[in-house]
């Protein structure tokens, strides 16, 4: 907060990207999977896990925001997995704070944006088209 108050505002993705980041461990840390059952120790490595995929992927951003800028619409394959990676980290915490109406609803839209162009009639995505 104070680096930015001196120097001015970060970048959009990169302020984003270092508040999913500071949520998502607070998330993890204020909602625990499997708090107060025998399971806790599994759901601990769950949270570490899903914590340090959030920072890595997260971090990735902040350190590499002038190549995905510059380097859009294409992804490498580190790019896939780490937001791959970050969308389950993140409808695992929706799921975990909101219940499971918000990661259903997530994944409905996703599903329709992915495979919209091939539904029939007026639920089709017009003008869409796939990459050969």
Do not use: K
């Not at 992927?57 to 937001?83: F, H, K, Q």
């Not at 029939?120 to 017009?126: D, E, L, S, T, V």
């Amino acid at each position: 907060m104070f680096y930015t108050a001196a120097t001015g505002p970060f970048e959009g993705l990169v302020q984003r990207a270092i508040f999913l980041a500071l949520t998502s461990c607070l998330g993890f840390a204020l909602y625990p999977l499997g708090r107060g059952t025998a399971w806790r120790p599994i759901g601990m490595a769950v949270d570490l896990g899903l914590t340090a995929v959030t920072i890595v992927a997260c971090g990735y951003v902040v350190w590499n925001y002038e190549t995905i800028m510059g380097s859009l619409p294409w992804a490498t394959r580190l790019d896939m997995a780490l937001t791959i990676g970050l969308v389950a980290a993140v409808l695992e915490l929706g799921r975990r704070t909101v219940g499971l109406i918000f990661p259903v609803l997530v994944l409905l839209g996703l599903g329709y944006a992915l495979f919209g162009d091939m539904l029939p009639g007026p639920w089709a995505i017009a003008g869409s088209t796939r990459p050969s």
